[in-house]
């Protein structure tokens, strides 16, 4: 079970799955997304389904679990992928944008999570990919919150995963750097950011967001193969990682010239 699988890193980690002979429950709020995703891997001779789904609808979430039991029998593997952007500071958003993220980035992890423990606990080999980001290890400026969301999503995950210790469910919590998706472009933006501010967020995604999808796919594929309890994503997460422990306090005053504040 994927979600935000119909574009980005949830297609690259679709596709990568199927290379290896998985079967896939597809979900996004985007249809056409989707059906472009199962295009992709209904040669692979998986069994594919897809649902339109936004995981921060409470019921639609809650429906999914049986819905999934009667189409493919079981669930062996949960990717919690959906999520969007938000721009702006503190100040700038208001507290509906800030309640949309986490609907979306934090609630919909942990609503499709209790959603799906009762069947995961029925496998004997299962495990939770919670994709948080780099952005979950380092708070810049301008994502107060996005990197909120993230930053819950990562204490989420490894609570959890001390809580399944013992059991045949594993949590691994990933953490991206910049990769290539469309985020950024359907990113919100606060109401009093300007033309400009905007013009140069987006253009700073351009510049550093490279990583491909399918690579950043494959990479958290393989990570789910080591049962890693945690993945960077992403020679730039490494490096942000690493100043992050030397520098846990101050690393901003590194970052502040990479990530600009609006």
Request: aromatic share 6%.
């Amino acid at each position: 079970m994927i979600t935000g699988a119909g574009s980005g890193i949830g297609r690259g980690i679709a596709v990568s799955l199927a290379r290896r002979g998985c079967h896939l429950a597809l979900v996004d709020i985007d249809a056409s997304g989707l059906d472009a995703t199962a295009g992709l891997v209904q040669s692979s001779g998986v069994h594919i389904s897809t649902r339109k789904v936004d995981v921060a609808d409470r019921e639609a979430v809650a429906a999914l679990p049986s819905d999934l039991a009667g189409a493919h029998g079981g669930v062996d593997l949960l990717v919690n992928n959906a999520g969007v952007a938000l721009g702006g500071t503190f100040e700038q958003v208001t507290e509906e944008q800030f309640e949309w993220l986490f609907n979306i980035n934090f609630w919909g992890v942990v609503r499709m999570t209790r959603a799906f423990l009762p069947l995961l606990r029925k496998s004997t080999d299962a495990r939770i990919v919670n994709l948080s980001s780099v952005f979950g290890i380092v708070a810049p400026p301008g994502q107060a919150a996005y990197a909120s969301s993230k930053f819950a999503v990562r204490g989420f995950s490894e609570a959890l995963r001390h809580e399944l210790k013992g059991s045949t469910v594993g949590v691994t919590v990933v953490h991206p750097g910049g990769v290539a998706t469309n985020i950024a472009e359907k990113a919100r933006n606060a109401p009093a950011l300007s033309a400009e501010e905007i013009d140069q967020m987006r253009a700073f995604s351009q510049k550093y967001l490279r990583l491909r999808p399918e690579a950043a796919g494959e990479a958290i594929v393989r990570a789910v193969e080591r049962r890693a309890d945690r993945a960077l994503v992403g020679s730039d997460a490494v490096v942000i990682s690493a100043i992050a422990r030397v520098m846990p306090v101050s690393y901003n005053k590194l970052l502040e010239a990479a990530f600009p504040r609006t």
